[in-house]
Structures are given as C-alpha cells and as structure tokens.
C-alpha cells in the first residue's frame, strides 16, 4: 500500500530562519510526487511536481528536491505570508493518477 | 473557466437529510476527482472520472455516497441521510487526464451536519 509520511507536524520559524520540511514515501513505482500549499479555508495550491530521483525545482523561497525514498520542501528566509500548510502527495505508477497524500505539515512564520 | 469552482462553500444541514455538492472542472479537463478532508486529516480519496470511461469508486466510504458526472464537465457528490462524521471539507480536482500531470484542486465545500 502507497504511503505517505510528512515531518515535522508542525513548525515555527522566525522570519528569515531557512529550513526544510521532510516527505518520506513508499510506493512500488513513482509517476510523480507534488508539492501543495493549503491555506486555511481553501484548496489546495499546485507548488511542484517532481518525476525522478535529483530532480529539482524552485519557485521564490521555495525549493523542493527528490530522491528514491523522500522529497524536501526547503524553505529560504521565510516571510510570514510562507505560513500555511503544506502537502505532500505522490502518484504511483501503474493504472492512473490515484494519488496519496500526507497529512501536511503545518508552517507558521513570525515576524 | 479559470479554475476549478465547487458550490455551495458551505453547507449546514441536520442529520438524516441529504445534501448535494458541485463541481465545475478546468474547462477541457477530462479527470476529476472528488477528496474529502477532516479536521487535521489529510486528503481522503473518494472517487475519480477520467472521460467516458466507469468511474473507480474505491474510495467512497458508504453506500450513502455516490457520484456522477454529467456531460463529461460537472460533477455531483450526494451525501443521502447524513451522519455527523460526514462533517469535513469537500475537495474536488481536476486534471488534463492525460497522463503525470497535475490535479488542480477548487476551494472545497464546508459541509457541517448537526
């Protein structure tokens, strides 16, 4: 069974202070893993999708790398408007996108 | 349309009654997919339409639940003679269906049963 597992469950960072959030997983094959933000009360927010082991990509502050096991959400000199919560989830190969998600680790950035 | 859209953003309603939520995909996206989300829960999958092809239901957790999608575009997801514990955000995605690509998820449903 495909499982997702996301570190810390919660954390809290002072503006500016980089870190990095952890997305372990264990599926038989990987189409793909992503990378949301989900602020509270809405949707999920599409950040990545990383396809094969030492991919990366990086948008902003936000930089998330991947290898056969687990994927990083590094986070450079957060700002506030950084907190939410974010999401892991990954696409197994085989049949179609059924995909699993973690439970998300929830970041709060003080100014 | 620009995104995903679901309605009604929130819905109250007393137990043992039935209640129906919406869904309008990316326009031209062939797969969607419906989740629910509990309060410190991550995303539970409950049933996906890639075109005309049968729906996978796997994830519906009762026989209360059910869901079509009409046209190939809007969805439904009818809750019948609701409970308490179906209380939590409604999601709905969409894709391209064309393979690796991105669910593009709308702003969910609140739905609160008393």
């Known amino acids: 069974e495909d499982q997702v597992t996301q570190s810390p469950e919660a954390l809290r960072l002072q503006e500016g202070e980089s870190s990095s959030l952890n997305c372990s997983y264990t599926?038989?094959?990987?189409?793909?893993l992503f990378w949301y933000r989900q602020d509270p009360g809405k949707g999920p927010e599409f950040l990545f999708t990383?396809?094969?082991a030492g991919e990366e990509k990086e948008k902003e502050r936000l930089k998330a790398t991947l290898t056969k096991k687990e994927s990083f959400l590094h986070i450079t000199a957060p700002k506030p408007e950084d907190s939410a919560t974010y999401l892991c989830?990954?696409?197994?190969?085989?049949?179609?996108?059924?995909?699993?998600f973690g439970t998300g680790t929830k970041l709060q950035v003080i100014p | 349309g620009a995104g995903v859209s679901q309605s009604p953003s929130n819905k109250v309603t007393e137990k043992g009654k039935d209640v129906e939520l919406r869904c309008d995909p990316i326009?031209?996206?062939?797969?969607l997919y419906w989740y629910r989300q509990s309060l410190g829960q991550g995303l539970e999958f409950l049933i996906y339409?890639?075109?005309?092809?049968?729906?996978?239901k796997s994830g519906l957790p009762s026989d209360r639940f059910s869901a079509e999608r009409t046209g190939g575009s809007v969805s439904t997801l009818t809750i019948q003679r609701t409970q308490q514990e179906d209380s939590a955000v409604y999601l709905c995605?969409?894709?391209?269906?064309?393979?690796?690509?991105?669910?593009?998820f709308g702003p969910g449903t609140r739905l609160l049963v008393l």
């Open positions: 995605a969409s894709s391209s269906g064309q393979g690796r690509e991105t669910q593009y």
């Open positions: 599926v038989s094959g990987l189409r793909g």
């Open positions: 990383l396809y094969s």
């Open positions: 989830a990954v696409n197994p190969t085989g049949g179609y996108q059924k995909v699993t």
């Open positions: 326009s031209g996206h062939t797969a």
């Open positions: 339409f890639q075109g005309n092809s049968a729906p996978d």
